[in-house]
């Protein structure tokens, strides 16, 4: 049968059409290149080992390298100011902390605006923080640690690993709180500021938990208290510090961002991409290992964390007075 002439035009265009609509679908397909990941911290801590995590788990199920790309230094705002300052592409993404909540306003001049600058595209977890003191200390719970820490008012020290840190913001919000006057010395990392309570040359210490758990089990440290809303899994016994200050948390969290203005449909693809890792059984046990839980959520969620964050550390660090080195 011989087809009609503008009808046998119309199927040959359309032949010659399918390859390069594939091509193009092809093209424009996510991600079809590595992408990057901006971390504010050297490399073999906390939040490079999540990142990692997140990292590997996007690459599986992606199929394209998820890159770990270090930049520390000023607090994070090195890293923060590098993605912010990217193509909103999806390549380009940042490992986001508390930190960058802090910084809004422990930082009087940035060149950026974390709120305004940076898509959230969704939270990973949450980082809980022990109160810690030296097994020696006579306060054996909370409450007796309030009493005594009121009865001695600055005459006791808490320690930090430095000016700004979730451990610092903690216990100045603590002391707040608690209405308790303890004095603040920053350290130059965590590791330092343990190694004086542990000799008993400071009270008290705000840390991590994979960072004195290893005391706390060998019963060199003393556990008071978690800092979050609820108890810690590897610390199930130890009470939380709100159940003797009513309406106290202090967390860290890690998240993943983008810079404004990037795709709805990447930030979406890559939000329920970390949902699903953060789903999966290992994914769990290894979180929960390393002293964190989960926080899935949309992107609107996170950056509901991220301005309720910004605006609940703004007061404490304005009430403290406190600078950043």
Excluded at 58 to 81: V, Y
Excluded at 170 to 182: D, Q, T, Y
Excluded at 275 to 298: E, F, H, Q, T, V
């Amino acid at each position: 049968m011989k087809l009609p002439r503008r009808q046998f035009l119309q199927l040959a265009a359309g032949a010659i059409a399918l390859p390069n609509v594939s091509r193009i679908a092809k093209a424009q397909a996510y991600p079809a290149r590595p992408v990057r990941i901006l971390v504010g911290y050297a490399a073999g801590g906390g939040v490079d080992v999540i990142a990692r995590l997140i990292g590997q788990r996007l690459s599986e199920r992606l199929g394209q390298p998820f890159i770990i790309e270090n930049r520390p230094g000023a607090g994070t705002n090195i890293a923060t100011e590098a993605v912010v300052r990217s193509p909103p592409d999806g390549y380009t993404l940042l490992l986001a902390t508390g930190a960058n909540a802090v910084n809004a306003t422990l930082y009087e001049k940035l060149n950026f605006d974390f709120m305004h600058d940076v898509a959230p595209i969704g939270s990973i977890v949450r980082v809980t923080l022990v109160m810690v003191v030296n097994p020696s200390f006579p306060a054996k719970s909370l409450p007796e640690f309030i009493t005594y820490a009121k009865a001695n008012s600055a005459k006791m020290s808490v320690a930090s690993g430095g000016v700004g840190g979730p451990d610092h913001l903690s216990g100045e919000l603590f002391k707040v709180m608690a209405g308790v006057n303890i004095i603040h010395v920053p350290y130059r990392g965590l590791a330092p500021a343990l190694t004086d309570l542990l000799g008993e040359q400071v009270q008290v210490v705000f840390s991590t938990v994979p960072a004195a758990i290893e005391y706390i089990k060998a019963g060199k440290l003393r556990a008071l208290a978690v800092t979050t809303a609820t108890r810690s899994g590897l610390l199930p016994d130890v009470p939380t510090v709100s159940e003797t200050v009513p309406g106290f948390e202090a967390s860290q969290w890690y998240g993943v961002g983008a810079p404004k203005n990037t795709p709805a449909g990447i930030v979406d693809q890559l939000n329920r991409e970390i949902n699903a890792a953060l789903a999966d059984a290992n994914m769990k046990a290894r979180i929960a290992d390393l002293g964190c839980s989960g926080l899935p959520g949309s992107p609107a969620e996170f950056g509901q964390l991220i301005a309720a964050d910004t605006e609940k550390w703004a007061k404490v660090i304005r009430a403290a007075n406190i600078k950043a080195d």
